[in-house]
C-alpha cells in the first residue's frame, strides 16, 4: 500500500524553526514531484513549495526566502525547513506526491494526513 506520512510539527516561538519530513512508501516506481500543502483554520488550502525528481524548486512569495524544500531519493523522503517562523505560518502542513505506483502506472496524486505547525509566544 503506497502512503506519505508527515512528522516534525509541534509548537514554535516567532523566529524559530522546524524541519518537516513526509516520508514515501509502497511499491512506487517514480517520484515525478511532491509538494507541500498548509492549511490554516478557516482558509483555504494553499500550495507553499514544490520540488520535482530533478531538483528544481519553487515557493509561494510569502516563505520566499525562510522555507526551503529538498529531496532524498533514496530515503523516499521530502523535507521542508521553515525558518523565522510567523505566527501566520500558524497551519496543518500537508504532503502531496506526483507518483506512478504499482496501482495507477500513469500516476496519480497522493495525500498525507497532515502534520501541526503551531508559532505562537
Known amino acids: 500500500q503506497v502512503q506519505l506520512v508527515e512528522s516534525g510539527g509541534g509548537l514554535v516561538q516567532p523566529g524559530g524553526s522546524l524541519r518537516l519530513s513526509c516520508a514515501a512508501s509502497?511499491?512506487?516506481?517514480?517520484?515525478?514531484?511532491i509538494g507541500w500543502y498548509r492549511q490554516a483554520p478557516g482558509k483555504e488550502r494553499e500550495l507553499v513549495a514544490t520540488?520535482?525528481?530533478?531538483?528544481?524548486?519553487n515557493y509561494v512569495d510569502s516563505v520566499k526566502g525562510r522555507f526551503t524544500i529538498s529531496i532524498d531519493t533514496a530515503k523516499k523522503t521530502v523535507y521542508l525547513q521553515t525558518n523565522s517562523l510567523k505566527p501566520e505560518d500558524t497551519a496543518v502542513y500537508y504532503c502531496?506526491?506526483?507518483?506512478?505506483?504499482?496501482?495507477?502506472?500513469?500516476?496519480?496524486?497522493?495525500w498525507g494526513k497532515g502534520t501541526l505547525v503551531t508559532v505562537s509566544s
Open positions: 520540488i520535482t525528481s530533478g531538483g528544481s524548486t
Open positions: 502531496n506526491a506526483f507518483m506512478q505506483t504499482a496501482r495507477f502506472a500513469y500516476g496519480m496524486t497522493y
Open positions: 509502497g511499491s512506487i516506481f517514480n517520484i515525478n514531484a
